[in-house]
């Protein structure tokens, strides 16, 4: 039987991929350094655990709303209105399975087919794939190097056309790790207001920032802005809840209301275990919070510093989330590899450490590397890449 065209076009997902194989190698005995997965690699947090458990205990095991436990919507409208001076009403939230269901229903009630999303590159690897499957065309727009990977007022206007309907923003991002300044939202943010697009503001990361910025939300910079912004987050990277699958979205309440009818239909609501957890981790002190922030800021420092010593690989240093995302095209080269991928799987098979390729968020000369894992191994993990491009220079 032939499957239906919208997922014969799907790329796999290369951060998956790339976790699934090390765990393979893992199995069979390696000792394989996994740079690849992100996620935190703390636990969750007791007091979560904790209240997750009396929700057992109390029998809060049924189904709730599609749109979220109106007490965890309370929550998220108090976090917005704590952390960012951001109001919003119960009607303008949905709590969503993960902050990539929010993603995923926001396209499919936004977009009919041909319209085009502009996705800045490097982008998240499923935002162009579930743009696809909306029947939309994801427009990606590269960001250079030399912009710290962000896109600029002048970029995003060239790729705007009559079909554009919105427009993506990730900060800080995943792959990169930058961010967008508040000068620099706000020119992007004029261009979208003059061409009537709605603003995706994907803040998943928010929680995670290393350097004296503060975050800031597109939708804080003005009332034209919040009203033409739909906000993504959860839980997930802030407070190490992955596995649990909570994220939201906040914005348009008729948006809103689509996505709350459309969960409705396809995941019933999130779990209710893990909506009341969720509950926990926003009602409750964020210390464990800002200490898993300073333990993955001292990794950033250690593994930059680490990394930017190996032959032919170029960093820019980021500003957030628990990634780098070096360029490097010149010690490939000098290595003898056709492309990044394959010396990104040579030193896999070679030395077993485990990086994302590039070319899945769409910058081909680049890696991802998650620090998200102890100092111990972000060290063996470096000297085994210095190893791997040392001898493969020597043969050349």
């Keep these: 039987m032939e499957l239906a065209k919208r997922v014969q076009s799907l790329t796999p997902s290369s951060t998956l991929a790339i976790t699934a194989k090390a765990k393979a190698l893992k199995a069979e005995g390696h000792d394989v350094i996994g740079l690849g997965a992100g996620e935190p690699d703390f636990n969750t947090p007791e007091n979560i655990l904790e209240a997750a458990k009396r929700a057992m205990d109390e029998g809060l095991t049924k189904y709730t709303p599609s749109g979220g436990v109106p007490e965890l919507k309370n929550a998220i409208t108090a976090k917005m209105k704590r952390d960012q001076g951001l109001t919003y009403s119960n009607e303008q939230v949905i709590v969503t399975t993960g902050a990539k269901h929010a993603l995923f229903t ?7 087919k041909g319209d085009e999303v502009i996705v ?18 994801p427009v990606v727009v590269p960001a250079s190097e030399e912009n710290n990977f962000k896109i600029t007022p002048g970029d995003l206007k060239q790729a705007i056309t009559s079909k554009t309907k919105a427009v993506i923003i990730n900060s800080p991002s995943n792959p990169t790790g930058m961010m967008y300044s508040r000068e620099e939202l706000q020119a992007i943010g004029e261009v979208c207001l003059e061409n009537d697009l709605l603003i995706i503001s994907d803040e998943i990361y928010e929680k995670l920032i290393y350097s004296e910025e503060d975050h800031v939300s597109m939708a804080q ?5 919040y009203a033409n912004t739909m906000i993504i987050n959860g839980v997930s990277k802030s407070h190490s809840m992955t596995g649990w699958r909570i994220g939201y979205a906040l914005g348009n309440k008729e948006i809103i209301k689509a996505m709350t009818n459309m969960a409705s239909h ?19 002190s964020e210390e464990q919070v800002f200490q898993m922030r300073e333990a993955f800021k001292e990794r950033l420092n250690a593994l930059y510093g680490w990394l930017t010593e190996i032959p032919g690989v170029k960093c820019v240093k980021p500003s957030g989330a628990f990634y780098l995302f070096p360029n490097v095209k010149e010690a490939s080269e000098q290595c003898g590899f056709k492309n990044v991928t394959a010396w990104v799987e040579a030193l ?3 030395e077993k450490v485990a990086l994302v390729p590039g070319a899945g968020f769409g910058a081909p000369d680049n890696v991802r590397l998650s620090y998200a894992t102890s100092l111990d191994q972000l060290e063996e993990a470096a000297k085994r890449i210095h190893t791997f491009v040392n001898k493969h220079q020597l043969k050349e």
């Excluded at 935002?127 to 909306?134: D, G, N, W």
């Excluded at 396809?266 to 409750?284: C, V």
């Design 266 to 284: 396809s995941t019933s609501n999130p779990t209710s275990i893990a909506q009341y957890a969720a509950l926990a981790a926003y009602t409750s």
């Design 106 to 112: 926001l396209f499919q009630v936004l977009l009919n």
């Design 348 to 350: 896999l098979d070679e």
């Design 120 to 137: 800045p590159a490097p982008y998240w690897v499923s935002y162009p794939e579930q743009i696809k499957l909306a029947e939309g065309n």
């Design 221 to 225: 910079l003005s009332d034209e802005l």
